[in-house]
């Protein structure tokens, strides 16, 4: 039995995000009441909490709540020890090694990457991007190889929360060239980004799959066009990155048709 220091209400915050952890989809208010046999007010009480203090969000244009940014940073830092970081960071050295460009390793979180791994190059003119801190997915590599290869159904879930704004020239910002984009990924294998986050910042992607087939992070090489203006390097290093995404997946337990 719970001693008399056992906080029952956050025992109860708990509780509510290991329902929305063990679920497929998105949870409302009142299926979360549901789902923990809380009272719908004691739910409401407690969700709002955890809205303030950044550990959910409502999911934008609906009534579900997903994990919010505060949470997601924590998740972060204990991302540094687990599974997929600690498999994927011989290969991105290797990589960084081969190319002496900057790789890049990140996870989908709602319409967003979040880096959990750099290994930057030796140039002194890199992008100034920090583990943790989050990019839209729709002017990323890494974000847009992660949607093309996403079941249609949670791809269109993602789409409908993107505000699409234009950060250079270049920028997708619609929902049709998004998916005209997307379709391209698929076919080829690997997504690029030409300057659409920032001038002068290019780089190629491909998708991570976990065991079930689905992409659930990626990888990437930055690089600046003043160190390779040539078009053509998109190609050059698209072999690499899709090779070492292949070889990640792997460890994570995909397999191929299996």
């Known amino acids: 039995m719970p001693g008399r220091d056992h906080n029952q ?21 009142e299926e979360i009441s ?57 290969i991105l050295r290797r990589l960084r090694d081969q190319t ?13 990457i979040v880096y959990i791994e750099r290994v930057v190059s030796d140039y002194l003119v890199n992008a100034n991007v920090e583990v943790g801190e989050r990019l839209p997915v729709y002017c990323a590599s890494m974000g847009k190889v992660i949607l093309a290869f996403m079941p249609e159904e949670e791809l269109e879930k993602i789409i409908a929360g993107i505000e699409f704004k234009p950060r250079t020239g270049n920028t997708i910002v619609s929902r049709a060239a998004l998916l005209k984009e997307l379709e391209q990924i698929r076919a080829k294998g690997f997504a690029v980004n030409n300057e659409e986050l920032e001038i002068g910042l290019r780089a190629v992607a491909a ?27 998109f190609e050059q290093i698209a072999p690499q990155i899709v090779a070492a995404a292949k070889e990640i997946s792997r460890l994570m337990g995909y397999s191929p048709g299996g």
């Open 100 to 112: 002496r460009e900057t790789v890049n390793l990140a996870l989908l979180s709602g319409s967003e």
């Open 207 to 233: 998708p991570i799959f976990n065991y079930r087939g689905i992409p659930f992070a990626a990888t990437n090489i930055a690089w600046t066009t003043s160190r390779r203006p040539e078009r053509e390097a």
């Open 9 to 29: 209400s956050i025992e109860k915050c708990f509780n509510i995000l290991d329902c929305l952890h063990s679920g497929d989809h998105l949870l409302t208010l």
């Open 34 to 90: 549901r789902t923990t046999g809380y009272k719908k007010t004691t739910c409401f009480r407690l969700l709002k909490t955890m809205q303030t203090l950044g550990v959910l969000e409502l999911f934008p244009g609906t009534k579900k709540y997903q994990y919010g940014p505060r949470l997601t940073a924590l998740m972060v830092s204990a991302l540094k020890g687990i599974s997929l970081r600690r498999s994927a960071l011989p």
